[in-house]
């Protein structure tokens, strides 16, 4: 039976039922009419039930059909065609899954970039990024999702600063991901190691590559071992970066506008309502240049074959060691501005009860001060010692306030989870200033990444002595990120004084 034709059995089961009933009139059904409109219930129920099912599977066909409508329409824009390949990367121009052609073809790219209307260009490029991430080897599965994540949430057909941001990102991505790239980034940082000098082609690649990034004179490292798009192999960062909003951006600073809180108000019939407009402010966060240096001998380069790799992984620690430390402490002048130093003399750094002692009330009490509006999504970050600290101050009542991680999820105390950041003061010393710490809603605490982590080899270092060479080499990264709090009054600070 089909839909249409269980449909009109329902209304004919009504019209027979409403027979029976004025059939029967003001008396009992006989029965006879009984029985029937028992027989009626059960049929409709069962009519019902496969009504629904029928609709529902209806339903599903025309979003299936429209889904698919709408993905041929948008792979007809970029020449996509259905097909396999069994090793998409293993020659770049056999790829033909997802793209005609190959989705690192960079003449396309720099066309989609500076030639074609945002709304083209930028539909064109993200589509080029988001299937070059998803065929990118080296790349692990929490980085992909990570970056997939930032594509998804970007404009790119937008004409402003945003949009031209989103597809410098998205070309970025798409010129560093390629085979070719990454082939060509490591032959010629191993053979500027052995011999000062990088192989030419694999410079040729390198240098064609350099209008679509963000290396400005140096040559951005590959996707695979970005520090400023890949999380680590086991999927962590750096505790703020895991808790913070993380933007990424191709500009020198970042705007963004804050306001205070709108209080709205139930009034008399008629009255005139208040005026609750906010107060806007806006809070820049400017992009600060991070470097690294590693010198190394000539020896060591030719003789060390897995000095790149090594190279790329203590670099990247040295990153995230850094950030850890300056996302807390820096100074917002001349490197990002940690959220210590955000909430540093604002009203929202609370002191302690007792001068220079630190005790369970002061936990207490940052947890009451912070607004009820930003604590369910707090969070505490702290140095080790304090935390252990607290612990041993809880003694037989620490399960009061203090409940053990599950696997894979951190501690918490007072049901907000914790953080432990060595950046944070672990010893209370008298007389001084001590913030321990930190609970508020690092939605609202912003890192901001200037897309691109890039090296340059300097083939020859010279002796401070009499300026002679030296026999070394050097290997020299640089990045640029910022930090802040867009937002102070989501935080409450405890200071020890």
């Not at 060591?300 to 995230?320: C, E, H, R, S, W």
């Not at 620490?398 to 914790?418: K, S, T, V």
């Not at 001590?434 to 609970?439: A, M, Q, S, T, Y």
């Not at 609202?444 to 080499?473: A, K, Y």
């Amino acid at each position: 039976m089909t839909l249409e034709e269980m449909r009109a059995r329902l209304e004919a089961i009504e019209t027979e039922r409403r027979e029976l009933h004025t059939s029967a009139g003001e008396n009992a059904l006989t029965d006879e009419q009984q029985t029937r409109w028992d027989a009626l219930d059960t049929e409709e129920t069962g009519l019902r039930s496969d009504v629904r099912a029928a609709e529902t599977a209806a339903r599903e066909a025309a979003e299936a059909e429209t889904r698919s409508a709408r993905v041929a329409e948008s792979r007809a824009r970029y020449g996509a065609r259905m097909g396999s390949t069994d090793d998409p990367l293993g020659e770049p121009d056999a790829l033909r899954g997802t793209f005609r052609g190959n989705p690192w073809d960079l003449n396309a790219v720099t066309r989609s970039l500076y030639q074609e209307t945002p709304e083209r260009g930028g539909a064109d490029l993200a589509a080029r990024a988001m299937a070059a991430v998803e065929h990118c080897r080296g790349v692990n599965d929490a980085s992909k999702q990570r970056i997939t994540q930032l594509l998804e949430g970007s404009d790119f057909t937008d004409d402003e600063e945003e949009g031209r941001s989103a597809r410098k990102v998205a070309a970025q991505i798409i010129a560093t991901s390629s085979p070719e790239y990454m082939r060509a980034w490591s032959k010629a940082f191993k053979t500027g190691m052995r011999n000062g000098h990088p192989d030419v082609e694999a410079l040729a690649v390198l240098q064609r590559a350099a209008s679509l990034t963000d290396a400005a004179g140096g040559y951005a490292v590959p996707l695979p071992v970005d520090p400023t798009l890949i999380l680590n192999s086991d999927g962590t960062v750096s505790p703020i970066r895991e808790i913070a909003t993380n933007r990424t951006i191709v500009t020198d600073k970042l705007r963004s506008v804050n306001a205070t809180a709108v209080t709205a108000s139930y009034d008399l019939e008629a009255a005139e309502v208040s005026d609750d407009a906010p107060t806007y402010a806006n809070r820049d966060i400017d992009m600060h240049m991070a470097r690294a240096f590693i010198p190394h001998s000539i020896e060591i380069g030719m003789d060390y074959p897995n000095f790149t790799q090594d190279v790329a992984f203590l670099l990247a620690t040295a990153k995230k060691d850094l950030e850890n430390n300056k996302f807390v402490l820096g100074n917002g002048t001349t490197e990002p501005r940690g959220i210590v130093t955000a909430l540093t003399g604002t009203a929202f750094e609370l002191t302690s009860t007792t001068a220079d002692t630190f005790a369970m009330a002061d936990v207490y009490k940052v947890d009451d001060d912070l607004p009820e509006n930003f604590a369910d999504t707090a969070s505490w970050i702290g140095n080790k010692k304090i935390f252990s600290a607290i612990r041993q101050a809880g003694g037989a009542n620490l399960d009061d306030f203090w409940a053990n991680a599950r696997e894979g999820l951190p501690a918490r105390l007072l049901d907000h989870p914790l953080y432990r950041t060595s950046a944070m003061d672990g010893v209370i010393n008298a007389t001084q200033e001590n913030r321990v710490l930190v609970l508020g809603d690092f939605r609202f605490f912003w890192v901001v990444d200037r897309v691109g982590f890039s090296i340059e080899l300097i083939p020859h270092l010279f002796h401070t002595g009499n300026n002679r060479p030296s026999g070394q080499r050097g290997v020299f990264a640089y990045w640029r990120n910022g930090s802040d709090s867009v937002l102070d009054r989501a935080f409450r600070m405890l200071n020890v004084t």
